[in-house]
Structure formats: structure tokens, C-alpha cells
């Protein structure tokens, strides 16, 4: 089993920043890819950033430039560092690890973005 347990999220006004974590424990041998999903009550989860195991990233076109998605090899942390954030970014934030077959998910973080 592997445990992912997110943080950092919060409440903060529009152009504000966060920075979320991501602490991954357990059987953790050779990851393929780490990612950030987002998701709004009643709606499905949706990708927000990616980091394979090479270093490679990707964003959504709505984060794009506002986002940027890092890892901490050594304390196996993955990071969302998210500026000038927008009401429309509110949602709960869920940490994604893919390791050989199998994907895991943490219990999520809120961010809440409100004047």
C-alpha cells in the first residue's frame, strides 16, 4: 500500500497564492507519475498537472502559467505552487501517484478562493 496525504489548502482571496503538498508513504518503489486533480461537488474530478518520473510536466490549459507542479525526491513530497489564484479554482485538490499497475489517491485538500 502506498498512503498520500495533501495540505496546505485554505482559504484565500482572488490573486492570492498556495502552495499545496503532497507527503506519499509506504511500498513506494519506482513511481511512473504524479499528479494534481481537482474536483467541485457534483461534478467528475478533473486533471490539473502532471509530473512523470522523468521530470516531465503538463498543465491544464485553465492553470497554465498560474500553477506549477514540483516534487522532493528526497522526502517524497510533491508540491502545487498556485499564484494568482481565481474563484474559479475552487474545489477540493487530490493528490495522484501511478506506480507499476496500480494508482492511488489521498483524501484530498479545499481550496477556497472568495472575496
Known amino acids: 500500500q502506498v498512503q498520500l496525504v495533501e495540505s496546505g489548502g485554505g482559504l484565500v482571496q482572488p490573486g492570492g497564492s498556495l502552495r499545496l503538498s503532497c507527503a506519499a508513504s509506504?511500498?513506494?518503489?519506482?513511481?511512473?507519475?504524479m499528479a494534481w486533480y481537482r474536483q467541485i461537488p457534483g461534478l467528475q474530478r478533473e486533471l490539473v498537472a502532471t509530473?512523470?518520473?522523468?521530470?516531465?510536466?503538463n498543465y491544464d490549459d485553465s492553470v497554465k502559467g498560474r500553477f506549477t507542479i514540483s516534487r522532493d525526491n528526497a522526502k517524497n513530497t510533491m508540491y502545487l505552487q498556485m499564484n494568482d489564484l481565481k474563484p474559479e479554482d475552487t474545489a477540493v485538490y487530490y493528490c495522484?501517484?501511478?506506480?507499476?499497475?496500480?494508482?492511488?489517491w489521498g483524501q484530498g485538500t479545499q481550496v477556497t478562493v472568495s472575496s
Open positions: 495522484n501517484l501511478q506506480q507499476a499497475r496500480r494508482n492511488y
Open positions: 509506504g511500498n513506494i518503489f519506482v513511481i511512473y507519475q
Open positions: 509530473i512523470t518520473n522523468y521530470g516531465s510536466t
